[in-house]
Protein backbone atom coordinates (compact mmCIF):
# COMPACT_ATOMS: atom_id res chain seq x y z
CA UNK A 1 0.00 0.00 0.00
CA UNK A 2 1.10 3.12 -0.91
CA UNK A 3 1.89 5.69 1.86
CA UNK A 4 2.64 9.30 0.85
CA UNK A 5 4.13 12.03 3.41
CA UNK A 6 3.76 15.78 2.29
CA UNK A 7 6.41 18.29 3.98
CA UNK A 8 4.49 21.79 3.44
CA UNK A 9 6.87 25.58 4.69
CA UNK A 10 4.92 26.79 7.22
CA UNK A 11 6.06 30.78 6.53
CA UNK A 12 6.84 32.90 3.77
CA UNK A 13 10.02 30.95 2.89
CA UNK A 14 8.26 29.07 0.05
CA UNK A 15 10.44 31.79 -2.66
CA UNK A 16 13.55 30.30 -0.99
CA UNK A 17 16.34 28.24 -2.27
CA UNK A 18 17.98 27.44 0.55
CA UNK A 19 14.99 26.34 2.54
CA UNK A 20 13.77 23.70 -0.04
CA UNK A 21 17.46 22.65 -0.03
CA UNK A 22 17.32 22.34 3.56
CA UNK A 23 14.09 20.29 3.39
CA UNK A 24 14.79 18.09 0.91
CA UNK A 25 18.17 16.94 3.06
CA UNK A 26 15.33 16.43 6.05
CA UNK A 27 13.38 14.32 3.71
CA UNK A 28 15.86 12.24 2.31
CA UNK A 29 17.42 11.80 5.80
CA UNK A 30 13.96 9.83 6.35
CA UNK A 31 12.92 8.43 3.26
CA UNK A 32 14.70 7.21 0.14
CA UNK A 33 12.50 8.36 -2.40
CA UNK A 34 11.78 12.01 -2.54
CA UNK A 35 9.98 14.32 -4.72
CA UNK A 36 11.04 18.44 -5.06
CA UNK A 37 7.15 19.69 -5.64
CA UNK A 38 8.73 23.29 -5.90
CA UNK A 39 7.61 26.69 -3.83
CA UNK A 40 8.13 25.00 -0.20
CA UNK A 41 6.37 21.56 -0.64
CA UNK A 42 7.79 17.72 -1.12
CA UNK A 43 6.91 14.27 -0.58
CA UNK A 44 8.65 11.14 0.25
CA UNK A 45 7.81 8.12 0.01
CA UNK A 46 6.71 7.10 3.91
CA UNK A 47 5.88 3.14 2.98
CA UNK A 48 7.76 0.71 4.78
CA UNK A 49 9.65 3.27 7.20
CA UNK A 50 7.76 1.36 10.47
CA UNK A 51 10.97 -0.71 11.01
CA UNK A 52 12.89 2.44 11.24
CA UNK A 53 10.76 5.45 12.65
CA UNK A 54 8.26 3.62 14.45
CA UNK A 55 4.66 3.96 12.91
CA UNK A 56 3.44 6.82 11.31
CA UNK A 57 2.04 9.12 13.70
CA UNK A 58 5.31 8.66 15.20
CA UNK A 59 7.41 9.83 11.18
CA UNK A 60 4.98 12.65 11.35
CA UNK A 61 6.25 14.13 14.35
CA UNK A 62 9.84 13.42 13.32
CA UNK A 63 9.74 15.30 10.22
CA UNK A 64 7.65 18.02 12.06
CA UNK A 65 10.40 18.81 14.55
CA UNK A 66 13.51 17.67 12.15
CA UNK A 67 12.39 20.47 9.85
CA UNK A 68 12.04 23.12 12.67
CA UNK A 69 15.35 21.99 13.90
CA UNK A 70 16.60 22.84 10.34
CA UNK A 71 15.10 25.97 11.16
CA UNK A 72 12.51 25.82 8.53
CA UNK A 73 8.70 24.42 10.58
CA UNK A 74 6.19 22.61 8.33
CA UNK A 75 3.67 21.11 8.77
CA UNK A 76 3.67 17.39 8.24
CA UNK A 77 0.86 15.36 6.54
CA UNK A 78 0.95 11.43 5.37
CA UNK A 79 -1.95 9.61 3.39
CA UNK A 80 -2.49 7.35 0.33
CA UNK A 81 -2.29 10.06 -2.34
CA UNK A 82 -0.22 13.59 -3.03
CA UNK A 83 -3.65 15.40 -2.56
CA UNK A 84 -4.80 13.92 0.28
CA UNK A 85 -1.36 14.17 1.93
CA UNK A 86 -0.87 18.01 0.57
CA UNK A 87 -4.64 18.14 2.16
CA UNK A 88 -3.74 17.02 6.17
CA UNK A 89 -0.47 18.97 5.77
CA UNK A 90 -2.75 22.48 5.02
CA UNK A 91 -5.41 21.56 7.34
CA UNK A 92 -3.93 19.49 9.99
CA UNK A 93 -2.36 21.15 13.34
CA UNK A 94 1.56 20.44 12.59
CA UNK A 95 1.46 16.75 11.82
CA UNK A 96 -1.77 14.92 10.33
CA UNK A 97 -2.16 11.45 9.55
CA UNK A 98 -4.82 9.92 7.31
CA UNK A 99 -6.27 7.10 8.46
CA UNK A 100 -5.42 4.34 4.77
CA UNK A 101 -8.52 4.54 2.48
CA UNK A 102 -9.87 7.14 4.29
CA UNK A 103 -8.58 10.54 1.81
CA UNK A 104 -11.60 9.72 -0.20
CA UNK A 105 -13.59 11.24 2.85
CA UNK A 106 -10.83 13.50 3.91
CA UNK A 107 -10.17 15.64 0.68
CA UNK A 108 -14.60 15.83 0.46
CA UNK A 109 -13.96 18.84 2.31
CA UNK A 110 -10.84 20.30 1.52
CA UNK A 111 -10.40 23.59 -0.95
CA UNK A 112 -10.15 23.41 -4.67
CA UNK A 113 -6.77 25.70 -4.40
CA UNK A 114 -5.33 22.67 -3.56
CA UNK A 115 -5.46 21.27 -6.64
CA UNK A 116 -3.02 24.08 -8.42
CA UNK A 117 -5.46 25.06 -11.12
CA UNK A 118 -5.45 27.69 -13.84
CA UNK A 119 -7.05 31.10 -13.56
CA UNK A 120 -9.68 30.17 -16.49
CA UNK A 121 -9.99 26.98 -14.41
CA UNK A 122 -10.33 28.32 -11.22
CA UNK A 123 -12.77 31.10 -12.49
CA UNK A 124 -14.98 28.68 -14.57
CA UNK A 125 -15.50 25.63 -11.64
CA UNK A 126 -15.82 28.99 -9.02
CA UNK A 127 -19.06 30.18 -11.40
CA UNK A 128 -20.40 26.39 -11.50
CA UNK A 129 -20.56 27.01 -7.72
CA UNK A 130 -17.82 24.49 -6.46
CA UNK A 131 -15.76 25.08 -3.36
CA UNK A 132 -14.68 22.28 -2.38
CA UNK A 133 -13.18 18.41 -3.57
CA UNK A 134 -16.07 16.75 -2.72
CA UNK A 135 -18.56 18.84 -4.89
CA UNK A 136 -16.23 18.21 -7.46
CA UNK A 137 -16.42 14.69 -6.73
CA UNK A 138 -20.09 14.85 -6.73
CA UNK A 139 -20.19 15.46 -10.27
CA UNK A 140 -21.27 13.37 -13.03
CA UNK A 141 -17.97 12.09 -14.68
CA UNK A 142 -19.52 12.00 -18.07
CA UNK A 143 -20.84 15.44 -18.16
CA UNK A 144 -17.41 16.94 -16.74
CA UNK A 145 -15.54 15.04 -19.43
CA UNK A 146 -18.02 16.71 -21.79
CA UNK A 147 -17.21 20.41 -20.44
CA UNK A 148 -13.46 19.86 -19.46
CA UNK A 149 -12.48 17.07 -21.86
CA UNK A 150 -9.86 14.90 -20.00
CA UNK A 151 -8.39 17.23 -17.90
CA UNK A 152 -11.68 17.05 -16.01
CA UNK A 153 -11.71 13.39 -15.38
CA UNK A 154 -8.62 13.74 -14.19
CA UNK A 155 -8.85 16.40 -11.58
CA UNK A 156 -12.14 14.20 -10.95
CA UNK A 157 -10.00 11.10 -9.92
CA UNK A 158 -7.04 13.28 -7.96
CA UNK A 159 -9.68 14.69 -6.23
CA UNK A 160 -10.88 10.70 -5.13
CA UNK A 161 -7.46 10.24 -3.67
CA UNK A 162 -6.48 7.80 -6.79
CA UNK A 163 -3.02 9.47 -7.43
CA UNK A 164 -1.41 6.48 -9.83
CA UNK A 165 1.97 8.80 -10.80
CA UNK A 166 4.61 7.28 -8.71
CA UNK A 167 6.98 10.03 -6.98
CA UNK A 168 9.74 11.65 -9.05
CA UNK A 169 12.87 10.97 -7.41
CA UNK A 170 14.99 13.93 -6.47
CA UNK A 171 18.63 13.52 -6.25
CA UNK A 172 21.10 15.78 -4.75
CA UNK A 173 23.14 17.33 -7.38
CA UNK A 174 26.92 15.67 -7.66
CA UNK A 175 29.61 17.73 -6.60
CA UNK A 176 32.98 16.97 -7.53
CA UNK A 177 35.38 19.14 -5.20
CA UNK A 178 38.06 18.54 -3.49
CA UNK A 179 40.41 20.86 -1.30
CA UNK A 180 44.08 20.60 0.36
CA UNK A 181 45.62 23.11 2.70
CA UNK A 182 49.40 23.99 2.37
CA UNK A 183 50.77 23.76 6.06
CA UNK A 184 53.37 26.36 5.45
CA UNK A 185 52.67 28.30 2.60
CA UNK A 186 53.68 28.02 -0.74
CA UNK A 187 55.78 30.39 -2.12
CA UNK A 188 56.29 29.11 -5.47
CA UNK A 189 54.75 27.56 -8.25
CA UNK A 190 55.80 23.89 -8.31
CA UNK A 191 53.91 22.91 -4.90
CA UNK A 192 50.93 24.08 -6.16
CA UNK A 193 51.08 22.45 -9.42
CA UNK A 194 52.14 19.26 -7.60
CA UNK A 195 48.87 19.66 -5.16
CA UNK A 196 46.49 20.58 -7.52
CA UNK A 197 47.37 17.94 -9.57
CA UNK A 198 47.01 16.01 -6.25
CA UNK A 199 43.46 17.37 -6.19
CA UNK A 200 42.55 16.71 -9.68
CA UNK A 201 43.61 12.88 -9.89
CA UNK A 202 40.78 12.14 -6.99
CA UNK A 203 38.29 14.26 -8.70
CA UNK A 204 38.90 12.31 -11.96
CA UNK A 205 39.11 9.01 -9.93
CA UNK A 206 35.14 9.85 -8.79
CA UNK A 207 34.02 10.86 -11.88
CA UNK A 208 35.38 7.97 -13.17
CA UNK A 209 33.60 5.73 -10.25
CA UNK A 210 30.24 7.32 -11.60
CA UNK A 211 30.99 7.01 -15.12
CA UNK A 212 31.47 10.59 -15.94
CA UNK A 213 33.68 13.05 -17.67
CA UNK A 214 34.35 16.51 -16.52
CA UNK A 215 34.11 19.47 -19.30
CA UNK A 216 35.20 22.49 -16.99
CA UNK A 217 37.54 22.77 -14.07
CA UNK A 218 37.59 25.83 -11.32
CA UNK A 219 39.70 26.37 -9.01
CA UNK A 220 40.53 28.64 -5.84
CA UNK A 221 43.82 29.52 -4.24
CA UNK A 222 43.36 31.34 -0.96
CA UNK A 223 46.51 33.77 -0.15
CA UNK A 224 47.80 35.43 2.29
CA UNK A 225 45.52 38.50 3.60
CA UNK A 226 42.12 36.76 2.92
CA UNK A 227 43.03 37.36 -0.71
CA UNK A 228 42.08 34.61 -3.80
CA UNK A 229 43.34 33.82 -6.60
CA UNK A 230 40.86 31.73 -8.50
CA UNK A 231 40.17 30.79 -12.31
CA UNK A 232 38.76 28.07 -14.80
CA UNK A 233 39.68 25.44 -17.41
CA UNK A 234 37.38 24.29 -20.20
CA UNK A 235 39.27 21.30 -22.02
CA UNK A 236 38.83 20.93 -25.52
CA UNK A 237 36.39 17.85 -24.82
CA UNK A 238 35.62 16.06 -21.45
CA UNK A 239 38.32 14.77 -19.53
CA UNK A 240 38.62 12.06 -17.05
CA UNK A 241 42.25 12.08 -16.75
CA UNK A 242 43.91 12.61 -14.27
CA UNK A 243 47.61 13.74 -15.45
CA UNK A 244 45.95 15.74 -18.28
CA UNK A 245 44.00 17.51 -16.17
CA UNK A 246 46.94 18.60 -14.07
CA UNK A 247 48.96 19.18 -17.02
CA UNK A 248 46.23 21.89 -18.63
CA UNK A 249 45.96 23.24 -14.96
CA UNK A 250 49.85 23.35 -14.75
CA UNK A 251 49.48 25.20 -18.57
CA UNK A 252 46.94 27.84 -17.01
CA UNK A 253 48.62 28.56 -13.16
CA UNK A 254 52.17 29.06 -15.35
CA UNK A 255 50.00 31.82 -17.98
CA UNK A 256 48.55 33.43 -15.05
CA UNK A 257 50.76 32.80 -11.43
CA UNK A 258 49.21 33.16 -8.21
CA UNK A 259 50.60 36.72 -6.71
CA UNK A 260 51.10 35.66 -3.13
CA UNK A 261 51.66 32.75 -0.68
CA UNK A 262 49.36 30.26 -1.27
CA UNK A 263 47.68 28.31 2.41
CA UNK A 264 44.86 26.69 0.26
CA UNK A 265 43.83 24.91 -2.78
CA UNK A 266 40.06 23.52 -4.04
CA UNK A 267 39.48 22.21 -7.74
CA UNK A 268 35.81 21.87 -8.69
CA UNK A 269 34.73 19.80 -11.75
CA UNK A 270 31.75 20.51 -13.71
CA UNK A 271 30.64 16.97 -14.57
CA UNK A 272 29.24 15.97 -17.71
CA UNK A 273 28.15 12.58 -18.88
CA UNK A 274 29.64 11.14 -22.18
CA UNK A 275 28.52 8.02 -24.44
CA UNK A 276 30.68 5.66 -25.44
CA UNK A 277 31.09 5.27 -29.11
CA UNK A 278 32.58 2.85 -31.15
CA UNK A 279 35.27 4.17 -33.79
CA UNK A 280 34.51 3.29 -37.65
CA UNK A 281 37.35 0.94 -38.87
CA UNK A 282 37.35 3.21 -42.15
CA UNK A 283 37.32 6.23 -40.40
CA UNK A 284 40.12 8.98 -40.97
CA UNK A 285 42.14 9.29 -37.68
CA UNK A 286 41.31 12.27 -34.54
CA UNK A 287 43.50 13.79 -32.56
CA UNK A 288 43.54 11.98 -28.97
CA UNK A 289 40.85 14.20 -26.69
CA UNK A 290 43.84 14.06 -24.60
CA UNK A 291 46.14 15.56 -26.86
CA UNK A 292 44.47 18.16 -28.36
CA UNK A 293 43.44 19.78 -25.29
CA UNK A 294 46.87 19.91 -24.39
CA UNK A 295 47.50 21.16 -27.67
CA UNK A 296 44.48 23.53 -27.72
CA UNK A 297 46.01 25.11 -24.41
CA UNK A 298 49.22 25.50 -25.58
CA UNK A 299 48.18 27.09 -28.99
CA UNK A 300 46.19 29.94 -26.96
CA UNK A 301 48.85 30.53 -24.96
CA UNK A 302 51.21 31.32 -28.12
CA UNK A 303 48.29 32.91 -30.06
CA UNK A 304 45.54 34.32 -27.74
CA UNK A 305 42.25 33.02 -27.31
CA UNK A 306 40.77 34.82 -29.99
CA UNK A 307 43.39 33.28 -32.50
CA UNK A 308 42.29 30.03 -32.46
CA UNK A 309 38.91 28.21 -33.18
CA UNK A 310 36.77 26.79 -36.08
CA UNK A 311 36.04 29.31 -38.75
CA UNK A 312 32.18 30.41 -38.55
CA UNK A 313 30.38 32.17 -41.40
CA UNK A 314 28.50 34.62 -39.75
CA UNK A 315 24.65 35.96 -41.12
CA UNK A 316 26.14 39.04 -42.59
CA UNK A 317 26.20 40.16 -45.77
CA UNK A 318 29.33 42.66 -44.13
CA UNK A 319 32.23 41.95 -46.45
CA UNK A 320 34.29 39.59 -44.33
CA UNK A 321 32.08 38.52 -41.89
CA UNK A 322 33.47 35.73 -40.30
CA UNK A 323 33.62 34.55 -36.90
CA UNK A 324 35.45 31.95 -34.76
CA UNK A 325 33.64 29.28 -32.97
CA UNK A 326 35.28 26.54 -30.92
CA UNK A 327 36.92 23.87 -32.31
CA UNK A 328 35.33 20.39 -31.09
CA UNK A 329 36.02 16.97 -33.85
CA UNK A 330 33.27 14.79 -33.49
CA UNK A 331 33.86 11.86 -31.45
CA UNK A 332 31.77 9.60 -33.08
CA UNK A 333 31.99 8.69 -36.60
CA UNK A 334 29.75 10.59 -39.12
CA UNK A 335 29.67 9.82 -42.41
CA UNK A 336 31.61 11.84 -45.07
CA UNK A 337 29.26 14.40 -46.83
CA UNK A 338 29.58 14.27 -50.59
CA UNK A 339 32.37 17.00 -52.12
CA UNK A 340 30.34 19.75 -53.54
CA UNK A 341 32.93 22.48 -54.34
CA UNK A 342 34.24 23.01 -57.28
CA UNK A 343 37.73 24.55 -58.41
CA UNK A 344 37.42 27.90 -56.52
CA UNK A 345 39.40 30.72 -57.14
CA UNK A 346 40.63 31.41 -53.37
CA UNK A 347 40.80 34.93 -52.08
CA UNK A 348 43.44 35.77 -49.67
CA UNK A 349 42.35 38.31 -47.44
CA UNK A 350 44.13 41.36 -46.59
CA UNK A 351 43.24 42.03 -42.72
CA UNK A 352 42.97 45.16 -41.60
CA UNK A 353 42.24 45.98 -45.43
CA UNK A 354 45.35 47.68 -46.44
CA UNK A 355 44.87 51.76 -46.79
CA UNK A 356 45.62 52.63 -51.03
CA UNK A 357 45.82 55.16 -53.03
CA UNK A 358 44.08 54.78 -56.18
CA UNK A 359 44.02 56.64 -59.10
CA UNK A 360 41.10 57.27 -61.51
CA UNK A 361 40.29 57.87 -65.24
CA UNK A 362 36.55 58.34 -66.02
CA UNK A 363 35.50 56.98 -62.59
CA UNK A 364 37.85 53.69 -63.31
CA UNK A 365 40.49 52.61 -61.57
CA UNK A 366 43.44 52.78 -63.42
CA UNK A 367 46.83 53.13 -60.70
CA UNK A 368 47.50 51.50 -57.17
CA UNK A 369 49.75 52.73 -54.70
CA UNK A 370 49.53 50.57 -51.41
CA UNK A 371 52.10 49.03 -48.56
CA UNK A 372 51.19 45.35 -50.32
CA UNK A 373 50.81 46.30 -54.06
CA UNK A 374 51.71 49.05 -56.34
CA UNK A 375 51.08 49.36 -60.06
CA UNK A 376 48.98 50.28 -63.19
CA UNK A 377 45.58 48.88 -63.44
CA UNK A 378 45.41 47.04 -66.96
CA UNK A 379 41.57 45.82 -66.73
CA UNK A 380 38.90 45.78 -63.95
CA UNK A 381 35.72 45.86 -63.14
CA UNK A 382 33.10 47.17 -60.44
CA UNK A 383 31.49 48.58 -58.73
CA UNK A 384 29.77 45.93 -57.34
CA UNK A 385 27.57 47.98 -54.48
CA UNK A 386 26.86 46.74 -51.19
CA UNK A 387 25.50 48.12 -47.80
CA UNK A 388 23.90 46.81 -45.21
CA UNK A 389 22.88 47.47 -41.03
CA UNK A 390 21.88 50.82 -41.80
CA UNK A 391 19.59 50.35 -39.66
CA UNK A 392 22.35 49.70 -36.77
CA UNK A 393 24.90 51.61 -35.09
CA UNK A 394 27.32 49.94 -37.62
CA UNK A 395 26.22 50.70 -40.87
CA UNK A 396 28.66 49.86 -43.68
CA UNK A 397 28.91 50.92 -47.43
CA UNK A 398 31.52 49.32 -49.81
CA UNK A 399 32.07 49.34 -53.60
CA UNK A 400 34.02 46.69 -54.77
CA UNK A 401 36.15 46.32 -57.73
CA UNK A 402 37.83 43.16 -59.60
CA UNK A 403 41.64 44.13 -60.88
CA UNK A 404 44.54 43.27 -62.57
CA UNK A 405 47.94 45.25 -62.14
CA UNK A 406 50.42 45.12 -64.92
CA UNK A 407 52.40 42.12 -63.46
CA UNK A 408 49.06 40.03 -63.38
CA UNK A 409 48.41 40.50 -59.55
CA UNK A 410 44.55 40.08 -59.19
CA UNK A 411 43.15 41.98 -56.46
CA UNK A 412 40.10 42.83 -55.10
CA UNK A 413 39.84 46.75 -54.01
CA UNK A 414 37.39 48.13 -51.73
CA UNK A 415 36.16 51.82 -51.81
CA UNK A 416 34.01 52.46 -48.47
CA UNK A 417 32.82 56.25 -49.18
CA UNK A 418 35.81 57.81 -47.96
CA UNK A 419 38.93 55.72 -49.38
CA UNK A 420 40.32 53.36 -51.10
CA UNK A 421 41.40 49.60 -48.91
CA UNK A 422 43.10 46.82 -50.66
CA UNK A 423 40.59 44.04 -49.96
CA UNK A 424 42.57 40.75 -50.83
CA UNK A 425 44.38 39.10 -53.59
CA UNK A 426 43.55 36.53 -55.31
CA UNK A 427 45.27 33.32 -55.54
CA UNK B 1 54.76 4.32 -40.82
CA UNK B 2 51.61 4.57 -43.11
CA UNK B 3 51.67 2.21 -45.96
CA UNK B 4 50.32 3.30 -49.29
CA UNK B 5 47.48 1.03 -50.91
CA UNK B 6 47.14 1.03 -54.32
CA UNK B 7 43.19 0.94 -55.28
CA UNK B 8 40.76 1.56 -57.35
CA UNK B 9 40.12 5.23 -57.79
CA UNK B 10 36.04 5.86 -57.09
CA UNK B 11 33.73 6.78 -59.59
CA UNK B 12 34.37 9.82 -61.17
CA UNK B 13 38.08 10.58 -59.90
CA UNK B 14 39.76 12.49 -62.16
CA UNK B 15 42.89 10.47 -62.44
CA UNK B 16 45.12 12.81 -64.82
CA UNK B 17 43.91 15.99 -63.12
CA UNK B 18 42.97 17.48 -60.39
CA UNK B 19 42.43 14.09 -58.56
CA UNK B 20 45.48 13.04 -59.56
CA UNK B 21 47.75 15.98 -58.45
CA UNK B 22 46.03 16.45 -54.87
CA UNK B 23 46.40 12.46 -54.31
CA UNK B 24 50.08 13.37 -54.72
CA UNK B 25 50.52 14.89 -51.34
CA UNK B 26 51.98 11.93 -49.34
CA UNK B 27 51.08 11.59 -45.34
CA UNK B 28 53.66 11.71 -43.20
CA UNK B 29 56.10 13.58 -45.11
CA UNK B 30 56.73 17.34 -45.70
CA UNK B 31 55.58 19.22 -48.91
CA UNK B 32 55.68 22.64 -50.75
CA UNK B 33 53.46 24.87 -53.06
CA UNK B 34 55.50 27.41 -54.18
CA UNK B 35 54.61 30.40 -56.47
CA UNK B 36 54.31 34.37 -57.04
CA UNK B 37 50.86 35.88 -56.04
CA UNK B 38 47.87 35.30 -58.41
CA UNK B 39 49.26 31.92 -59.28
CA UNK B 40 46.52 29.41 -57.48
CA UNK B 41 48.55 27.98 -54.66
CA UNK B 42 45.82 29.14 -52.30
CA UNK B 43 43.07 27.77 -54.47
CA UNK B 44 44.95 24.27 -55.18
CA UNK B 45 45.42 24.55 -51.04
CA UNK B 46 41.72 25.00 -50.63
CA UNK B 47 40.98 22.26 -53.14
CA UNK B 48 43.27 19.69 -50.89
CA UNK B 49 41.64 20.61 -47.46
CA UNK B 50 38.24 20.43 -49.28
CA UNK B 51 38.84 16.78 -50.43
CA UNK B 52 40.17 16.23 -46.56
CA UNK B 53 37.60 17.39 -44.75
CA UNK B 54 34.35 16.50 -46.81
CA UNK B 55 34.76 13.53 -48.83
CA UNK B 56 35.50 9.71 -49.23
CA UNK B 57 36.82 10.53 -52.78
CA UNK B 58 39.97 9.88 -51.73
CA UNK B 59 40.40 6.73 -52.50
CA UNK B 60 38.44 4.87 -50.64
CA UNK B 61 38.85 6.07 -46.88
CA UNK B 62 35.76 7.38 -45.15
CA UNK B 63 35.01 9.94 -43.06
CA UNK B 64 36.28 13.27 -43.12
CA UNK B 65 39.95 14.16 -41.71
CA UNK B 66 41.08 16.88 -39.83
CA UNK B 67 42.62 20.12 -41.14
CA UNK B 68 44.79 22.32 -39.12
CA UNK B 69 45.31 25.63 -41.25
CA UNK B 70 48.54 27.69 -39.73
CA UNK B 71 47.77 31.27 -40.97
CA UNK B 72 50.77 33.39 -40.87
CA UNK B 73 49.46 36.39 -42.64
CA UNK B 74 45.62 35.74 -41.16
CA UNK B 75 44.62 35.43 -45.02
CA UNK B 76 42.16 32.46 -45.08
CA UNK B 77 39.22 33.63 -46.03
CA UNK B 78 36.41 31.01 -44.93
CA UNK B 79 33.83 32.03 -47.45
CA UNK B 80 36.08 31.15 -50.17
CA UNK B 81 36.91 27.69 -48.45
CA UNK B 82 33.17 27.24 -48.21
CA UNK B 83 32.48 27.74 -51.39
CA UNK B 84 35.82 25.19 -52.38
CA UNK B 85 33.84 22.98 -50.45
CA UNK B 86 35.49 22.80 -47.21
CA UNK B 87 33.86 21.35 -44.14
CA UNK B 88 34.46 24.61 -41.81
CA UNK B 89 33.22 22.28 -38.40
CA UNK B 90 36.79 20.35 -39.84
CA UNK B 91 38.76 23.03 -39.83
CA UNK B 92 41.08 24.13 -36.60
CA UNK B 93 42.17 28.17 -38.04
CA UNK B 94 45.75 29.59 -36.18
CA UNK B 95 45.83 33.11 -37.00
CA UNK B 96 49.24 34.32 -35.86
CA UNK B 97 49.29 37.54 -36.96
CA UNK B 98 52.16 38.34 -39.43
CA UNK B 99 54.49 36.19 -36.93
CA UNK B 100 56.91 33.81 -38.29
CA UNK B 101 58.00 32.60 -35.21
CA UNK B 102 54.78 32.32 -33.91
CA UNK B 103 53.72 30.51 -37.45
CA UNK B 104 56.43 28.12 -37.26
CA UNK B 105 56.02 27.26 -33.18
CA UNK B 106 52.05 26.69 -33.61
CA UNK B 107 52.99 23.89 -37.01
CA UNK B 108 55.52 22.33 -34.18
CA UNK B 109 52.82 21.87 -31.29
CA UNK B 110 50.57 20.55 -34.03
CA UNK B 111 52.72 18.67 -35.78
CA UNK B 112 53.16 16.62 -32.55
CA UNK B 113 49.43 16.06 -31.99
CA UNK B 114 48.47 13.25 -34.34
CA UNK B 115 45.11 12.56 -35.58
CA UNK B 116 45.45 15.71 -37.87
CA UNK B 117 45.41 14.02 -42.05
CA UNK B 118 46.49 17.74 -42.54
CA UNK B 119 48.61 20.50 -41.52
CA UNK B 120 48.81 23.52 -43.92
CA UNK B 121 51.35 26.11 -42.49
CA UNK B 122 50.42 29.12 -44.89
CA UNK B 123 53.41 31.68 -45.10
CA UNK B 124 52.77 33.66 -48.35
CA UNK B 125 55.05 36.13 -48.18
CA UNK B 126 56.92 35.49 -44.58
CA UNK B 127 58.48 32.63 -46.04
CA UNK B 128 60.33 30.96 -46.68
CA UNK B 129 61.86 29.29 -43.62
CA UNK B 130 64.68 28.37 -42.65
CA UNK B 131 66.42 24.89 -43.42
CA UNK B 132 66.57 23.73 -39.62
CA UNK B 133 63.02 24.30 -39.18
CA UNK B 134 61.53 22.23 -41.88
CA UNK B 135 64.03 19.98 -40.90
CA UNK B 136 62.32 19.90 -37.18
CA UNK B 137 58.85 19.83 -38.92
CA UNK B 138 59.23 17.02 -41.49
CA UNK B 139 60.93 15.22 -38.39
CA UNK B 140 57.74 15.68 -36.72
CA UNK B 141 55.28 14.08 -38.96
CA UNK B 142 57.63 11.86 -40.11
CA UNK B 143 56.20 8.31 -39.82
CA UNK B 144 52.73 9.49 -38.95
CA UNK B 145 49.46 9.64 -40.89
CA UNK B 146 49.88 13.54 -41.09
CA UNK B 147 50.36 15.22 -44.70
CA UNK B 148 52.61 18.45 -44.12
CA UNK B 149 52.17 20.77 -46.74
CA UNK B 150 54.15 24.29 -46.63
CA UNK B 151 51.92 27.58 -48.82
CA UNK B 152 54.81 30.57 -49.44
CA UNK B 153 55.63 32.83 -52.04
CA UNK B 154 59.82 31.26 -52.95
CA UNK B 155 61.03 27.58 -52.22
CA UNK B 156 64.44 27.48 -50.48
CA UNK B 157 66.84 25.36 -51.91
CA UNK B 158 68.40 22.39 -49.28
CA UNK B 159 64.69 22.02 -48.37
CA UNK B 160 63.92 18.57 -46.96
CA UNK B 161 59.91 19.20 -48.88
CA UNK B 162 59.47 15.53 -50.48
CA UNK B 163 57.25 17.20 -53.09
CA UNK B 164 57.47 20.40 -54.18
CA UNK B 165 54.88 21.79 -56.09
CA UNK B 166 55.44 25.04 -58.15
CA UNK B 167 52.29 26.96 -59.42
CA UNK B 168 52.45 29.77 -62.23
CA UNK B 169 49.97 32.36 -63.33
CA UNK B 170 48.70 31.60 -67.31
CA UNK B 171 45.49 34.01 -67.37
CA UNK B 172 42.67 35.55 -66.17
CA UNK B 173 39.25 34.77 -67.50
CA UNK B 174 36.96 37.97 -68.06
CA UNK B 175 33.49 37.82 -69.08
CA UNK B 176 32.19 40.21 -71.92
CA UNK B 177 33.81 42.28 -74.24
CA UNK B 178 35.17 45.76 -73.71
CA UNK B 179 34.01 46.94 -71.15
CA UNK B 180 34.37 43.33 -69.21
CA UNK B 181 31.80 43.02 -66.97
CA UNK B 182 32.94 40.55 -64.18
CA UNK B 183 35.83 38.79 -63.15
CA UNK B 184 35.28 35.13 -64.25
CA UNK B 185 38.00 32.70 -63.04
CA UNK B 186 42.01 32.29 -63.78
CA UNK B 187 44.05 29.45 -65.45
CA UNK B 188 47.40 28.26 -63.39
CA UNK B 189 49.51 25.82 -64.16
CA UNK B 190 50.92 23.42 -61.71
CA UNK B 191 54.55 21.54 -61.96
CA UNK B 192 56.30 19.45 -59.74
CA UNK B 193 59.58 21.13 -58.91
CA UNK B 194 61.07 18.02 -56.92
CA UNK B 195 59.63 14.91 -56.11
CA UNK B 196 61.04 12.26 -54.00
CA UNK B 197 58.10 10.14 -54.64
CA UNK B 198 57.37 7.15 -56.75
CA UNK B 199 53.66 7.91 -57.96
CA UNK B 200 54.03 10.15 -60.70
CA UNK B 201 54.59 7.46 -62.44
CA UNK B 202 50.95 5.70 -61.49
CA UNK B 203 49.40 8.81 -63.03
CA UNK B 204 50.51 7.71 -66.25
CA UNK B 205 53.08 10.72 -66.73
CA UNK B 206 56.33 10.54 -67.73
CA UNK B 207 59.44 12.69 -67.23
CA UNK B 208 58.99 16.45 -68.19
CA UNK B 209 55.19 15.47 -68.50
CA UNK B 210 54.84 16.54 -64.52
CA UNK B 211 52.29 19.45 -65.00
CA UNK B 212 48.79 20.39 -64.77
CA UNK B 213 46.88 23.10 -66.29
CA UNK B 214 43.92 24.34 -64.10
CA UNK B 215 41.27 26.59 -64.43
CA UNK B 216 39.66 28.34 -61.45
CA UNK B 217 36.80 30.19 -61.09
CA UNK B 218 35.03 32.70 -58.89
Known amino acids: ?119 ELTARLSRWGLRTLGELVSLPTAGLFERL ?21 WKPALLFEESAECEWGAETLAPVVERLGELAARVCERLGERGLAADGFEWVCRLDGARVHDGALAPAVPMTDGAAVAGLLRLALEARPPRGIVRALTLRARPVRITATQESLTDRSRPSPRLLAATLNRLVALVGADGIGAPALLDSHRPDAVGLGAYAPPLSFSPPSPLRGDRILALRRLRPPAPAAVTLASGRPVALRSSRLAGRIVAGVGPWRSSGEWWSQHPWLQDEWDVELADGTLCRLAHDGSAWHLAGIYD | MAIPI ?23 RLSEIVGPRSSGGSSLLLALIARITTSDSGGGSGGGGQVAFVDGMDALDPASAASAGVDLSALLWVKCGGRLRTALSAADLLARC ?27 VEGGDTALVVRSARHREGSPASLVVATRRLAPRWMGLRPLTRLAGLRTEVSIARSRLHTLSCLGRGQGEESWTLDWTL
Open chain 1, 1 to 119: MTRIACVLTTTGAATEPSAQSALLEVALAHSPRVEDAGAGRLYLDASGLQGLFGDEPRLAARLHRAAAAAGWPARVGIAGSRLAALAAAHMGPGATVVEPDGDAAYLAVAPLSLLDLSE
Open chain 1, 149 to 169: GGEGVWLQRLARGDDPRPLAS
Open chain 2, 114 to 140: PGFSLIVLDLDELGPIPASAQMRLQRA
Open chain 2, 6 to 28: ESSPPPGWDREGIDGLLGLFPPG
